[in-house]
């Protein structure tokens, strides 16, 4: 051996090892049965937000964990049958170490769901379509938002508003248009409503609902009043009649309503592949 390569091994053998990424105490515990009482769902928290230091989820599934630990879509992720959405659902709770950054943060919890749900994954490349959101030929049918104006004299801003109420359906069987920010589904038709809202994050929330990716190509730069209606997916609608007109779907109502209209192409997509997770996590 050389005193080059000895000196070399020598380095590597008192080099400190990289340490895991890890909360400093994390647990994960079934979360209460639905159909008891109110449900809170979805994850608060974290880096960038306004609690830095604690992250809660409450009633989320292994594949909900597992598409935010990841940064994926769900439709980028290739799972077992049994880990939907709605497959069993966790609360977890997790501390941060202070000053975390958001891609120390997925890792701690990429590194969670191994130690506790045994996850094991691998990225693969597929092709599928990929969209483009561009302006119809007529252009835009929408206005640019307005200001918001400042709250009126006396008015507490730091209580949240009143919830609203349980939304109804309007003539043509879509949820009624209530003037507050709302994307809602029933009986298979769906409402957006946003009063202040940016094409790329239009082209996200495109992207959840016809899952495939979205690329914002509309070269408008401000923020607009977007309002929306269409049919949802075909398995989801009720059984149509010969001669009632289904409505328009989600494409259709891009042009007509938005002058908007998205192109397709077949490109590589990169997906999360699960080779093997436990349905129950380990003890904390």
Request: aromatic share 6%; glycine share 6%.
């Amino acid at each position: 051996m050389t005193r080059t390569l000895a000196a070399l091994l020598l380095l590597a053998a008192s080099a400190p090892s990289a340490e895991k990424p890890e909360f400093e105490v994390a647990t994960i515990r079934p979360a209460p049965p639905m159909g008891a009482g109110p449900v809170t769902v979805g994850c608060t928290g974290g880096p960038g937000t306004k609690d830095p230091g604690l992250f809660t989820c409450r009633s989320m599934s292994l594949s909900n964990l597992v598409t935010l630990a990841f940064h994926i879509e769900f439709y980028r992720l290739s799972a077992p049958d049994w880990m939907t959405p709605m497959s069993p659902l966790f609360d977890l709770s997790a501390k941060i170490p202070p000053n975390a950054t958001k891609e120390q943060f997925e890792a701690m919890l990429q590194n969670l769901l191994a130690d506790r749900f045994r996850l094991a994954v691998h990225h693969e490349t597929r092709e599928m379509t990929l969209l483009t959101l561009v302006v119809a030929k007529n252009g835009p049918k929408f206005k640019e938002a307005v200001a918001t104006p400042p709250p009126a004299p006396g008015v507490d801003t730091t209580r949240p508003a009143d919830l609203p109420a349980r939304p109804t359906l309007d003539k043509d069987g879509y949820p009624a248009f209530t003037g507050r920010p709302m994307s809602t589904f029933m009986n298979g038709r769906a409402r957006l409503y946003q009063p202040r809202m940016t094409m790329q994050a239009l082209a996200t929330r495109l992207s959840h609902q016809l899952r495939a990716p979205v690329a914002d190509a509309t070269g408008l730069a401000g923020q607009y009043e977007i309002g929306l209606y269409w049919v949802s997916d075909a398995p989801l609608r009720a059984p149509p009649q010969a001669d009632v007109d289904p409505g328009p779907t989600l494409s259709q109502a891009l042009q007509e309503q938005l002058g908007l209209r998205l192109e397709s192409k077949k490109g590589p997509v990169d997906f999360l592949g699960v080779d093997h997770a436990e349905k129950t996590p380990a003890d904390n």
